[in-house]
Nanobody, 126 residues
Framework: EVQLVESGGGLVQAGGSLRLSCAASGFTSDDYAIIWFRQAPGKGREGVSAISRDDGRTYYADSVKGRFTISSDNAKNTVYLQMNTLKPEDTAVYYC???????????????????WGRGTQVTVSS
């Protein structure tokens, strides 16, 4: 069974940085992708960034391009989201999700992702 566990959230001032981690386990092949979603209070889940496990291609929402970087340490089965120049509007619960055989190009919406972590809170103060 695939399991995803997020960590690294917290409270940071605007302009600061955080690095989120998504520790993954249980995959039986490399043909999967991992995505970070976020959900602000009263809003739906928004795809932020995704990475393909097999070829390392990365994708970003326009709202975070140039500020966030997704990466993968395959030896540790962990995906990271480095978040720089944080803004108050980045405040949300951040979730990682995964699915086999899913092209993450365009950041597919949440209904296409099978496995989910429980989320980690990121709060950016102004």
């Amino acid at each position: 069974e695939v399991q995803l566990v997020e960590s690294g959230g917290g409270l940071v001032q605007a302009g600061g940085s955080l690095r989120l981690s998504c520790a993954a386990s249980g995959f039986t092949s490399d043909d999967y992708a991992i995505i970070w979603f976020r959900q602000a209070p009263g809003k739906g889940r928004e795809g932020v960034s995704a990475i393909s496990r097999d070829d390392g291609r990365t994708y970003y929402a326009d709202s975070v391009k140039g500020r966030f970087t997704i990466s993968s340490d395959n030896a540790k089965n962990t995906v990271y989201l480095q978040m720089n120049t944080l803004k108050p509007e980045d405040t949300a619960v951040y979730y990682c999700a995964a699915s086999y055989n899913l092209d993450p190009r365009g950041l597919p919406e949440e209904k296409y992702w099978r496995y989910w972590g429980r989320g980690t809170q990121v709060t950016v103060s102004s």
